[in-house]
């Protein structure tokens, strides 16, 4: 049976008169859009432009929930009870979902942003709170987690439909976590080194951690940060890559 993946981009990351990522050129890339929702970055002006280009193009639309925490674009972590995180989701799904409405679309996904993705990635109670909110706004959407992660077992416990994450351009940890961004090796700027390890998750279902150790893991769908300089050509050499290996790239 021929091997799928789907391709997904953080997205909708500018803010007012300020420019993040080249959006409008990668949606013609990429399967998937993740689009910010005003809470580390992204405003009602540009979610609104962003869905609304995603839908022209027949991108699958996500919703990109994040920590309150603009400043820090909500890489900080922060101390959240349970109830909190499942305001913080229904408030920000509940958000896109109306600019999707509005464009006559539907969201297919959610994925936390930044530290509440990994702090969810290893806290069993936060990602249990959020999986259930993501089921109570709306059952029939698919929640993107890190894989084999804390994420995806919480909404699978319950039911919900999900898909396990791989990272184009980021490190891992011996256990399948991500690397810290503070930590030497925690991004890959080698395009080259990035396509192959992307490959080898795809075909092969492991990836080699900063220490050396193969990790096993389940690739449902590869991120692409849309606010790394070279985005938009390193999206273009991984799509060719992957369906020149037999691959065939489409929504979740």
Not at 39 to 58: I, L, Q
């Amino acid at each position: 049976m021929r091997k799928t993946i789907d391709l997904n981009c953080d997205m909708g990351e500018s803010f007012g008169a300020w420019t993040m990522g080249q959006d409008e050129a990668i949606l013609d890339l990429v399967t998937s859009a993740n689009v910010a929702c005003g809470f580390h970055a992204g405003d009602p002006t540009t979610m609104m432009r962003t869905v609304g280009c995603a839908v022209a193009k027949g991108v699958a639309l996500g919703a990109h929930p994040s920590l309150p925490d603009l400043q820090g674009f909500g890489r900080r972590t922060m101390s959240i009870t349970s109830e909190e995180a499942r305001g913080l989701i229904l408030y920000q799904v509940g958000a896109l979902e109306a600019f999707a409405r509005a464009a006559e679309a539907r969201l297919r996904h959610v994925k936390p942003h930044g530290a509440l993705y990994n702090m969810a990635a290893k806290d069993k109670v936060l990602a249990a709170a959020i999986a259930g909110a993501v089921r109570d706004f709306d059952s029939s959407l698919i929640l993107v987690g890190l894989s084999d992660s804390e994420s995806i077992q919480a909404g699978q416990e319950i039911g919900m439909r999900c898909a396990s994450e791989v990272f184009a351009d980021r490190g891992y940890e011996a256990d399948g976590s991500l690397s810290p961004r503070s930590e030497p090796g925690a991004m890959i700027t080698d395009e080259e080194f990035a396509v192959s390890r992307v490959l080898r998750m795809v075909l092969e279902g492991r990836v080699e951690s900063r220490t050396g150790v193969d990790v096993p893991l389940q690739a449902d769908t590869v991120c692409i940060h849309g606010d790394q300089p070279n985005a938009l050509a390193f999206a273009r050499r991984l799509r060719r890559a992957l369906e020149e290996a037999g691959v065939e790239v489409r929504a979740l």
